[in-house]
């Protein structure tokens, strides 16, 4: 991963970034890409839950909640 890049988990609440690769395999990349997060796609953190999952984020006009596990597959910068 390059220095600039980081996971959506790592994301601060307000912060916008973009998609860089999926790290998942299998049917976890396959369900990411169907929620709209594919590569170059915008993404603003909105929310965090208390306990820190899920993760409520805006891609492509829609609302969205992850799981940290799921999160963690989302390389941004």
């Known amino acids: 991963m390059a220095d600039s890049e980081k996971t959506l988990r790592e994301v601060p609440i307000g912060d916008t970034v973009h998609v860089v690769r999926l790290a998942g395999v299998g049917a976890v990349r396959q369900r990411i ?34 799981r940290k596990d799921e999160a963690q597959n989302v390389i941004v910068a």
């Open 33 to 66: 890409m169907d929620m709209g997060l594919t590569k170059g796609a915008s993404v603003t953190v909105r929310k965090v839950a208390p306990l820190g999952d899920p993760i409520e984020v805006t891609v492509r006009g829609f609302e969205l909640s992850l």
